[in-house]
């Protein structure tokens, strides 16, 4: 899928392949270079108001996660997008423990449709 959001110093839009992880119902996003990557900071600066493209278009909003509850979410993501294993200290089947540890690091956001505007 494709991530669109406003860049926080340009004003552009700016596109991010992502791979997305599904828990309990919902669907997130986690950085799988962490905290400081690039997407991170322009959704945090776009309160979270994003496009998604995943085969048709859609426009939500990305609800941080809380750190105490991010764990199982990271646990899912590395078992769904492989390309994000080799950038995350933890193996994928390793307990949540070891998630849990590094939860603060990586932050999952949750999609929520937002309302048309």
Not at 33 to 43: H, I, K, P, Q
Not at 47 to 61: E, F, N, P
Request: glycine share 6%.
């Amino acid at each position: 899928m494709t991530l669109e959001v406003v860049g926080r110093r340009t004003g552009r839009i700016t596109r991010f392949p992502l791979g997305m992880a599904d828990w309990q119902g919902d669907w997130y996003l986690v950085p799988m270079l962490g905290e400081n990557c690039n997407w991170v900071r322009n959704v945090r600066a776009a309160d979270g108001l994003v496009t998604i493209r995943h085969g048709r278009t859609r426009l939500c909003r990305l609800v941080e996660v809380p750190v105490d509850e991010r764990a199982p979410i990271l646990k899912r993501y590395l078992a769904t997008v492989p390309g994000a294993r080799p950038h995350v200290p933890v193996d994928r089947h390793a307990p949540l423990s070891e998630f849990a540890a590094i939860a603060a690091q990586y932050p999952a956001f949750r999609i929520e449709t937002a309302p048309v505007r």
